[in-house]
């Protein structure tokens, strides 16, 4: 089965939005995201925020993930962090080489995101390095 990743146009987020809630709430379940849930996802997207690309099966067939992107400008590059990807098998080397030439035509020059080990791991299967740890204290 080839994969292929699409952005979601703006004026059709809320159109896809259904079809592709399941795979971002499992997304959430698995990493345990504090900061934002599904429902503050949508809010972006529909704001156009961020970013919703999907991966389906090449003949038209069923979606496999979805992921949604924030881009971050810096002075030497512009970072598509990955703020929620979730589906079945999308983690590999063929999809994410989509994914990366989707975002370059969005002009990103690096991709980064934020994982749990066992997240890690997978990214780094895809040719991710691990750069630092993100951490957190309550104050």
Known sequence: MS????PVSLQNV?????????FLKSAEDKVGVAEYS???????????QWLLL?????????????????FINYPNDR????????GKGIVNPEV????????????????????????ARLYERVGFDKKYSVLEISI
Do not use: R, W
């Open 96 to 119: 994410f080489a989509q994914l990366g030439q989707v975002l370059k035509g969005y002009g990103a020059t690096k991709i980064q995101c934020a994982a749990q080990e066992s997240a």
């Open 3 to 6: 994969i292929i990743v699409q």
């Open 54 to 70: 999907v991966a389906a099966e090449e003949d038209g067939g069923s979606l496999q993930g979805a992921a949604t992107v924030n």
């Open 79 to 86: 970072v598509a962090y990955i703020t929620s990807l979730g």
């Open 14 to 22: 809320n159109q896809v939005m259904p079809l592709v809630e399941g």
């Open 38 to 48: 599904v429902e503050h996802i949508k809010v972006y997207l529909a704001a156009g």
